[in-house]
T-cell receptor, first 115, second 111 residues
């Protein structure tokens, strides 16, 4: 059983297109995150949701819109894709924000290539 | 601004040759320091969390330690399967649980 699963694993698209990445977790966690890993392998937080409520929005262009239909799912929609959006996007989840031990578990990543 | 710096960027070891990876941090208030392992094409895999200076955690050939300024990941008698990128991250008080990562140390263990 995969704890945090993302689809698709690979996404190749043209500049200007709109695309979505889906994430689901079966760990019963309340908090979910999106991170971006650039070509130098640097991981940076983009968003976090706690029980469907947006908690963190780290100066990400508004072309990126996260949506959380329920606390087990956090999707990422990207409008008008640009070359600089090419990266690996990771979804993660953890227990609720107030939990003492707050370990984040990551999905396998979605490699987005914008041509 | 919270900062995490890892060194070295890359490390090549012979099997059985012990060494240490460094993670130095500058934060407003540390809530926890995390070590992850990342294999090529995969997501980060949780290894350890350390919460206060002086704390140590061990798992197989790995041991993580924490001071007020830095953390070390000691690798004892490494094997080729320990080859991976090791990521350090901090979580700060009032930071909403986000992890601020370092740029990682790419470890290669050769026979």
């Amino acid at each position: 059983d995969t704890a945090v699963s993302q689809t698709p694993k690979y996404l190749v698209t043209q500049m200007g297109n709109d695309k979505s990445i889906k994430c689901e977790q079966n760990l019963g966690h309340d908090t979910m995150y999106w991170y971006k890993q650039d070509s130098k392998k640097f991981l940076k937080i983009m968003f976090s949701y706690n029980n469907k409520e947006l908690i963190i929005n780290e100066t990400v262009p508004n072309r990126f819109s996260p949506k959380s239909p329920d606390k087990a799912h956090l999707n990422l929609h990207i409008n008008s894709l640009e070359l600089g959006d090419s990266a690996v996007y990771f979804c993660a989840s953890s227990q609720s924000i107030g939990a003492v031990k707050n370990i984040q578990y990551f999905g396998a990543g979605t490699r987005l290539s914008v041509l | 601004e919270d900062q995490v710096t890892q060194s070295p960027e890359a490390l090549r070891l012979q099997e059985g040759e012990s060494s240490s990876l460094n993670c130095s941090y500058t934060v407003s208030g540390l809530r926890g320091l995390f070590w992850y392992r990342q294999d090529p094409g995969k997501g980060p895999e949780f290894l350890f969390t350390l919460y206060s200076a002086g704390e140590e955690k061990e798992k197989e050939r790995l041991k993580a330690t924490l001071t007020k300024k830095e953390s070390f990941l000691h690798i004892t008698a490494p094997k080729p399967e320990d080859s991976a990128t090791y990521l350090c991250a901090v979580q700060v008080t009032g930071g909403g649980n986000k992890l601020t990562f370092g740029t990682g140390t790419q470890l290669k263990v050769e026979l």
